[in-house]
């Protein structure tokens, strides 16, 4: 389950909205108008007419999703959605949604189209497929397929696989494609979302993160906050830095920034320099010893993460007693937090960062980057003169290298681990691999393999080399390192580290694995 934000929150008077139907591209979907330069903002299927209308969407892209519209209570939506005049795309379930309530058959396709396809286009007499090529590649992810069409709605491509491809409406700005053109191996898919977002939609090119963002987002801190005080859990990541950054901005001195030193960070942070730079003050709570303690003993990864994130209230708690007058427990959380936390039935791995907190704390929760997408924050904080080196960190979960070390967390493997992930920093540094990979770090495993260094036997740890790209951290590919580089990390570690004498590397996507291991 999804959670969303409903209100139209920044004003734009040209604005997509995204239905979600469940699809993994939803949020994708977003990500790509706003980067085309329209604001969207991805609403949950089931939002009513009235609420729709008053949001005065110029257009509206009802996304894919896992369901059939054939099965028991399938997600749909009114057809009253077709009298508003509102230019709609339908993409995947989208599709079968549309071709379904104008009285379409839907079946199961006989094969599953999963992958690249080879999609052609059988009529141009629409602005959908203007400037696009006859044939070209585009993504699949169906098992049913729209079988029959009504009157009113019209082919206008067919893959091999699957004859009705696209399709249109004979009268109305109605469009759909069975294919994803929100994903980048469709090859023509940005160019069709511009198609239909500027050519059918009218929408103009008005979505930039310009000072007029800035200053509706500082004047809306200024006036929510009024004479309050604000705590803000601080990482030292791009997002909790912004986020500081920001409401500094609106509110100054009544921001109190937090720093828990959780001894599960990598090498010390130059966190008090980078902030006196930009002139905010940032309290270090030393909690080394505190999170050894609570720590020992505990394997599963869950309970890891639960115990961590219940220190960090008990910290804030504490804290904020101490100041006079707080309200608010301020978070970096971004978009994509927002949309991808999950309830109980579907959750993966609990982030400390999302909910919770401020609920147990009896606080107001302060997130004034929650309507924006990691890249969008960046842009934000290349504005506000943010350094280089924050903007372009690799993100560093909550939990630290607890969930790195996988088994019991110990001084002794937080001391490995560190000194392993310094040198493949600096490896990555030196190689100018840095800004090309995502993300990049190292796990430490419980088991010990043998070995032989300077003819002795040697029965040491086994250590991982988990390195990734990725747009949005929801999918990721393992990155295609150079073999020197892979060669030369490997001996390093085995060289310089002690307790580690094999070093292995990571060679699964997400899905299947995640990024990290626990
Ligand atoms: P996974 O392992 O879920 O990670 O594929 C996706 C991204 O999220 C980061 N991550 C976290 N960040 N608190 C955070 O602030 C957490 O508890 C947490 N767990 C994972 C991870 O490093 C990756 O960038």
Redesign the pocket.
Known sequence: MRTYIIEKTLDYKDFILVLDFGSQYSQIITRKIREIGVYALLCPYSLSIRNILSKKPKGIILSGGPFSVYEKNPPLISRNIFQLNIPILGICYGMQLISFLFGGEIEQSKYKEYGKSNFIIDCYNNDLFHGIPKKSIVWMSHFDEVKKLPKTLKVIGHTSSCSIAALIHEKKDIYAVQFHPEVSHTEFGISIMKNFILHICKCNLNWKLNHFVLDSIVKKIRKRVDSKKVILGF?G?IDSFVAAHIIHKAIGDSLHCIFVDTGLLLKKEKISFLCKKMNLFVKIIDAKKRFLSILTGITDPEMK?KII?KEFISIFQKESEKIKDVEFLAQGTIYSDVIESSTSSSL??????VGGLPHLMKLKLLEPLKYLFKDEVRKIGKKLGIPKEILYR??????GLS?RILGEVNQKKISILKKAESILLQELKDYDLYESV??A?IILLPIKSVGVMGDKRTYEYTAVLRVTN?ED??T?TFSHLPYNFLEKISNRIINEVDGINRLVYDITS?PP??????
């Open positions: 990482s990541g993460r994130g993966i791995k609990s982030h400390h960062n690799h993100p560093f979960p909550g939990p969930i995502s993300q770090f990725t951290f929801m990721a997400k694995a995640t990024i990290e291991w626990e």
